[in-house]
């Protein structure tokens, strides 16, 4: 099973940026995002379940949005209106259908700043 992240980068405040997660291996539940900004404990940024049931952190909701491709295995997080607090290393996650496992991803920076 591996996960492979795209779409990281360095946008001005305000700016948008579209993360992907590709997962490969076997089926999965549940997909999301997290994020680590330096000296913060990981948090959650969104999740959504294979029915389409989203789930949002407090920092991204009305901001960002979560969807996956099932056909793709992926997950996306169309973060808009970024600031520079949303500046972190974001993670997807993806749990195994059938085993409940989570797998994380390698992580991909986001950098918001001026």
């Known amino acids: 099973v591996q996960l492979q992240a795209f779409g990281g980068g360095a946008v001005q405040p305000g700016g948008s940026l579209r993360l992907s997660c590709a997962g490969s291996?076997?089926?999965?539940?549940?997909m999301g995002w997290y994020r680590q900004a330096p000296g913060k404990q990981r948090e959650l940024v969104a999740t959504?379940?294979?029915?389409?049931?989203?789930n949002f952190g407090d920092s991204a909701k009305g901001r960002f949005t979560i969807s996956r491709d099932d056909a793709k295995n992926t997950v996306y997080l169309q973060m808009n209106g970024l600031k520079p607090e949303d500046t972190a290393v974001y993670y997807c996650?993806?749990?195994?259908?059938?085993?409940?496992?989570?797998?994380w991803g390698q992580g991909t920076q986001v950098t918001v700043s001026s």
């Open positions: 996650s993806m749990m195994e259908k059938y085993s409940a496992r989570t797998y």
């Open positions: 959504i379940t294979s029915g389409s049931i989203t």
């Open positions: 291996g076997t089926i999965f539940s549940v």
